[in-house]
């Protein structure tokens, strides 16, 4: 984990996270901390690692996200050598799937 980001601004950001309940209260709550482009463009790079996952190309994320090739490659990076958190996620949303 990244000690520069350990504060407790973060910790107090991520309790709040943690105490939403479901889909709509997720929208409002971050409806009011992010921008558009800001809220955009964290589920782009979602999108962008999932297709990574599943082993999509570059030219096949490029497509269907919009993502430039520098921000597929910092995912990417991120999910080859990360803290293994997109592994973590994708696994639980896997096992909540029907």
């Not at 809220?39 to 690692?49: C, D, G, H, M, Y």
């Not at 994320?61 to 973590?88: C, F, L, P, Q």
């Amino acid at each position: 984990m990244n000690k520069k980001i350990k504060t407790d601004a973060v910790d107090f950001l991520f309790d709040a996270i943690l105490c939403l309940k479901n889909r709509e209260e997720c929208y409002g709550f971050f409806e009011d901390l992010c921008t558009v482009n800001e809220l955009l463009s964290l589920s782009q790079r979602f999108e962008v690692a999932a297709m990574l996952k599943k082993r999509r190309t570059y030219l096949e994320i490029a497509e269907k996200t919009g993502a430039s090739t520098a921000t597929i490659s910092r995912v990417n990076r991120s999910v080859n050598y990360g803290n293994d958190g997109y592994d973590m996620v994708f696994s639980r949303m896997e096992k909540d799937e029907p």
